[in-house]
């Protein structure tokens, strides 16, 4: 093979993995077909669908009183999960990274829990120990108090399936931090709020807001634990997801593409979110806490 068809054929192959620019279209037009098919597609039919009766129709959904309703408890039980989620991410992210103490193993492995549980499977948890024949429905029942079939099992549940989402983002990142900065800020006579308002928080910023977005979302459009737990009652325990349920159970087919379109809306808003802040996570991140 004479010295221009050498290069030729260099230049037809890729200088990483040396497969041919052939192979790699090949795989660049699976991919996009795929994503066609599986994603682009399903979303151009929800709009199609919720504007398939006009705009009237579509706004006359979304302003129905048990639409409102769903759409005020979502916004509510997202308004107190993702807060508790912060909380608890920040701490647990906290005590791992910057403290050694037993059972720091077995922590870790509650915090992923929510990952290897199914939602259903978490909902039934909830009615077997808040429900009224569970362990502890007697006793709530006797002192008047309402946890499954109302809002504050609903909440609950969205904390329990929600939570892995922040402290993971920040457990990784605080450990490849390390603590010097704050031992620095501690010896120059630094309080530990200002230690952590001023160094730590700064330090964790985007992959806190990273891991809020992901939170945020995933409570907003859970269906699985929370339809066990609602009881889905029209009007008071019904959020979007379980609205979207009922109304296509009910063939009201573009009232129920109509709410669901607002899910997708948050998808997308979500996407280009976590893309903004996937780069600056990563331009902030460490090159070992970068590969988790």
């Known amino acids: 093979m004479s010295g221009p068809e050498k290069k030729a054929v260099r230049r037809s192959r890729s200088p990483v993995t040396g497969e ?4 790699k279209a090949l795989l660049i037009g699976v991919t996009v077909v795929f994503l066609a098919l599986f994603l682009i597609l399903p979303l151009a039919i929800v709009f ?3 504007f398939s009766n006009g705009i009237a129709a579509y706004w006359g ?3 129905s009183p048990d639409a409102r309703s769903a759409i005020g ?5 997202a308004a107190i999960a993702v807060p508790a989620n912060i909380m608890f991410g920040l701490a647990a992210a906290w ?4 403290f050694r103490f037993p059972g720091k193993s077995f922590l870790i492995t509650l915090i992923d ?3 290897s549980v199914s939602p259903v499977v978490a909902g039934l948890m909830f009615v077997l120990l808040f429900g009224a024949h569970g362990l502890l429905g007697p006793w709530l029942i006797a002192h008047d108090l309402e946890i499954i079939f109302a809002v504050p099992g609903i909440v609950l549940a969205t904390i329990f399936v929600t939570f892995p989402f922040v402290a993971r983002e920040l457990i990784a990142l605080m450990e490849d931090q390390g603590t010097g900065d704050e031992e620095t800020a501690l010896s120059l006579g630094a309080s530990g709020f200002s230690t952590f308002m001023r160094v730590t928080l700064p330090n964790i910023k985007w992959a806190l807001l990273y891991g809020v977005l992901l939170c945020n979302a995933r409570a907003m459009g859970e269906f699985g634990a929370v339809s066990v737990v609602s009881g889905h009652i029209r009007g008071k325990t019904n959020t979007m997801p379980l609205h979207v349920e ?3 159970n009910e063939y ?6 109509a709410v669901a379109s607002l899910l997708a809306l948050l998808a997308l808003i979500t996407l280009v979110l976590k893309t903004v802040l996937e780069t600056r996570f990563n331009d902030a991140l460490p090159g070992k806490a970068r590969g988790h």
């Open 48 to 50: 199609t669908e919720a």
């Open 95 to 98: 005590a791992i990274a910057k």
């Open 246 to 248: 009922i109304l296509y």
């Open 61 to 63: 959904a979304l302003v």
């Open 73 to 77: 408890l979502t916004l509510t039980v």
């Open 20 to 23: 041919s620019d052939l192979l």
């Open 252 to 257: 009201n087919i573009a009232a129920a593409f």
């Open 113 to 115: 829990l929510p990952f």
